[in-house]
């Protein structure tokens, strides 16, 4: 295919950062053709100040129908995408999705099973995999530079925001808009580079805290332990309520330990590994010794438009995918988790229970300050809006 129709479904803030990298011709191979949202507004102001010539629709049965897209980026509420992926597939489009993959698993595992029977091209917007920095770290992981893990840290609070942020959408932040908080909004980018360069967990114990720092229902700040199939263990704190925030993560194996913090990847390389030197050291307090080593990082951070790209190019020439959509469920696994965990106190296993989580999730939908129906959405048993 020399050139790559393009419609993009729900042409919110977001949305419009996707148009407007489109049509400053920042994706080689691609046009902007097409929008499609439920808001009349704002296909008025998408062909005010973005395009006159964007074909604009308020239906996306009649924007599928058109055929004015090879491809569909949807940049819509959670709880929208893997119903309207779903639509796209079965329209025989390619899709590409903003995060997270949805707001519950099984909404998610549906929706890869739809790709798969599509035999379209499936991506999700995990930008941060284009990092070089996580991808050396993840390339040093995978070749046993860190030996075996043993500990995982990552504390990612520098996702501050403040109340009016939260007041500026009444379907942000709740259970019934949203479906969550940090876990869902902000950090599915670190949860899906944190499995990506160490592995799923098998369980955690989380604890969520809701409205702790603003007026809402959901967690704005979390702190999580997790257990790891080697018998390794992380932590994963993070927040919208910290200013100063941090973003430091750290990994440690048998062989030392790799940080990245402040744009830098730093690994502290021990001279013998910690389990031999605990077996052969006879002489009580010691320690390995240890050379801290910068680790230069070729590249710089494609983005958005990197994902795009890449899209792109898999759908012209078979480009092999830095993110695929159907990874998408890993992050998530682990984010239902940490809610299920902070709901029944207890630990959850890695993936949940589907149906235990979608059942904890349906009462907080159920008691939500947001109403779909009120927006002229209704939710259906599952949580998606039709």
Not at 51 to 57: D, R
Not at 172 to 201: F, K, S
Not at 295 to 303: A, L, M, N, V
Request: with cysteine; aromatic share 10%; net charge negative.
């Amino acid at each position: 295919m020399e050139n790559v129709r393009i419609g993009i479904v729900g042409i919110g803030g977001m949305g419009s950062t996707h148009a407007r990298n489109l049509l400053e011709g920042k994706v080689v191979g691609a046009t902007l053709t097409s929008v499609c949202d439920t808001v009349p507004s704002r296909l008025t102001t998408a062909q005010a100040s973005l395009s006159p010539e964007l074909k604009c629709y308020l239906d996306i049965d009649d924007f599928l129908q058109a055929d004015v897209a090879d491809a569909v980026l949807i940049a819509t509420p959670h709880f929208h995408h893997p119903p309207i992926a779903a639509k796209c597939f079965a329209a025989g489009t390619h899709v590409l999705t903003e995060k997270p993959a949805g707001v519950y698993t099984k909404q998610v595992r549906e929706m890869n099973e739809a790709a798969a029977a599509s035999g379209k091209v499936f991506c999700i917007m995990y930008n941060q995999r284009t990092n070089p920095l996580y991808g050396k770290l993840r390339e040093m992981i995978q070749r046993g530079e860190l030996g075996e893990l043993k500990r995982t840290n990552w504390i990612i609070t520098s996702w501050y925001r403040s109340q009016s942020y939260y007041d500026a959408g009444g379907w942000r932040a709740t259970w019934a808009g949203e479906g969550g908080g940090v876990l869902a909004n902000q950090v599915p980018h670190q949860l899906d580079i944190w499995q990506w360069c160490c592995g799923m967990p098998q369980r955690v114990r989380a604890f969520g805290y809701f409205g702790k720092y603003h007026d809402i229902e959901v967690e704005d700040d979390v702190t999580a332990f997790v257990e790891y199939p080697n018998g390794a263990t992380g932590v994963f704190v993070t927040s919208t309520g910290d200013a100063p925030g941090t973003n430091r993560l750290e990994v440690t194996g048998d062989n030392g330990k790799a940080v990245i913090e402040d744009g830098g990847l730093v690994f502290w390389k021990l001279e013998v590994s910690e389990r031999q030197f605990n077996r052969e050291y006879t002489k009580g307090f010691g320690q390995p010794g240890v050379t801290r080593i910068e680790i230069p990082i070729d590249g710089e951070s494609t983005g958005h438009v990197g994902i795009l790209q890449n899209f792109v190019d898999a759908i012209r020439d078979g480009t092999k995918l830095l993110s695929p959509g159907v990874d998408g469920i890993r992050g998530l696994s682990i984010s239902n988790a940490m809610h299920l965990s902070a709901w029944t106190d207890d630990w959850v296993s890695v993936p949940p229970d589907e149906e235990i989580f979608l059942e904890k999730l349906q009462e907080r939908i159920q008691t939500s300050t947001f109403r779909p129906e009120e927006s002229g959405r209704v939710m259906d048993v599952g949580g998606t809006f039709g």
